[in-house]
Structure formats: structure tokens, C-alpha cells
T-cell receptor
Framework: EDQVTQSPEALRLQEGESSSLNCSYT??????LFWYRQDPGKGPEFLFT???AGEEKEKERLKATLTKKESFLHITAPKPEDSATYLC???????????FGSGTRLLVRP | NAGVMQNPRHLVRRRGQEARLRCSPM?????VYWYRQLPEEGLKFMVY????????ESGMPKERFSAEFPKEGPSILRIQQVVRGDSAAYFC????????????FGPGTRLLVL
């Protein structure tokens, strides 16, 4: 049973074309939802942590939001350098491990 | 302000050999986690360690795989008698402590088994 599902699998945008990535989760006792960015051949780079429904965080062109069932990563006026795979992960209950989704591959064309 | 360091970055082994992957956590971090990313798959948790203790190894294969985090030195993920299915990217992450939830990842070790 998938606990973390990301959509779409891949997304192509023109530079400046805003969009949103979705992360839905089915875990009990959410301890945190995490967004990472991963470039090819590199490790995941931390972006945001969200803990409770209604919480929002922003960093440059990125904004992450959280509800009881899903999280969105909004990208406003993206640039080619925003091209990467965006990973969503959750931590549940008393566990310390991150449960990752399969990611959304974002390509921003100039 | 060094981040999580892993070495080697690339490792080639023949079937049956041993692979040793090393991870140095961020300065001040005492919690280490290992994850594996198989080709075309997501990151999967393997093991969580604190200094000299294995806390959770629920994601580690029961045979051939072991991990340690000694009092001095880096954390080591050891794979004995490697098989082709072990080819993957292995990532190490570290966190500050129990109350600090965020895990920061290293650049990974890409293991190729011939």
C-alpha cells in the first residue's frame, strides 16, 4: 500500500509558467512532511518541513502548504534552474524513518 | 560548515566482493540514517544509528548487510558478497537529535556490481 503518492510523475513548464506539485499521504499520526529537491547525480537537498494542517512555508519561488491529506508545492514564475526532481517524504508515529514518494521530475524550458 | 560527507562517491565491485560505504555526519549531528535508491525507484529507509547503537534496522536486508556508527570515526555501511541487485545509490543523512526532525543528506555513493 502506497503511503506517499506524488503527482504528476513529470511536468514540463515554460519559464514563468506557474504550477503546483501534489503529495498525498495515508499515514496515521503525521510527525512531519518534508520536501526535498534532488538534482541528477546528487543527494536530496532539504527545502521545507511542515508539521500541521494549515501551515505554509516559502522560499524564493517555492511555497509549500499542508492539509490533513496532502501537501502542495507551488512554483511561481519558475526558471530553468528550478528543473530537478522534487521529493516528498513523511514521518509517522514514533518512527524516525522518512517514507518517500517517487518524486515529480520538473523541467522548466527557457 | 561542511555538510554530510560520503565516500567513495562511486564504487565498482565484482559479484562476491565486499563493499564498504562511509558517511561522516554534519558537525554536531549524532544521528545517522542510511537510505537506498534503486534505479527508477524512490528512496527507501535502511537503518538508523546513534553513536555506538543501532536504533532501527527494519529496512535492512537480513543477510549480507550491516551498519555501524562507532564512537570515533564515520558510520559504515557494509555489504558482503555483493550481487548485481545491490547496484544502487546509497545515501546517508544526519540530524541534530531527537527533537530536530530534519534529516540532511549527503551526495551518495553509487555502487555498481559487475
Amino acid at each position: 500500500e502506497d503511503q506517499v503518492t506524488q503527482s504528476p510523475e513529470a511536468l514540463r513548464l515554460q519559464e514563468g509558467e506557474s504550477s503546483s506539485l501534489n503529495c498525498s499521504y495515508t499515514v496515521s499520526g503525521l510527525r512531519g512532511l518534508f520536501w526535498y529537491r534532488q538534482d541528477p547525480g546528487k543527494g536530496p537537498e532539504f527545502l521545507f518541513t511542515l508539521y500541521s494542517a494549515g501551515e505554509e512555508k516559502e522560499k524564493e519561488r517555492l511555497k509549500a502548504t499542508l492539509t490533513k491529506k496532502e501537501s502542495f508545492l507551488h512554483i511561481t514564475a519558475p526558471k530553468p534552474e528550478d528543473s530537478a526532481t522534487y521529493l516528498c517524504a513523511v514521518k509517522e508515529g514514533s518512527s524516525y524513518k522518512l517514507i518517500f514518494g517517487s518524486g515529480t521530475r520538473l523541467l522548466v524550458r527557457p | 560548515n561542511a555538510g554530510v560527507m560520503q565516500n567513495p562517491r562511486h564504487l565498482v565491485r565484482r559479484r562476491g566482493q565486499e563493499a564498504r560505504l562511509r558517511c561522516s555526519p554534519m558537525k554536531g549531528h549524532s544521528h545517522v540514517y542510511w537510505y537506498r535508491q534503486l534505479p527508477e525507484e524512490g528512496l527507501k529507509f535502511m537503518v538508523y544509528l546513534q553513536k555506538e547503537n543501532i536504533i532501527d534496522e527494519s529496512g535492512m536486508p537480513k543477510e549480507r548487510f550491516s551498519a555501524e556508527f562507532p564512537k570515533e570515526g564515520p558510520s559504515i555501511l557494509r555489504i558482503q558478497q555483493v550481487v548485481r541487485g545491490d547496484s544502487a545509490a546509497y545515501f546517508c543523512a544526519s540530524s541534530l537529535g531527537v527533537s530536530e526532525e530534519t534529516q540532511y543528506f549527503g551526495p551518495g555513493t553509487r555502487l555498481l556490481v559487475l
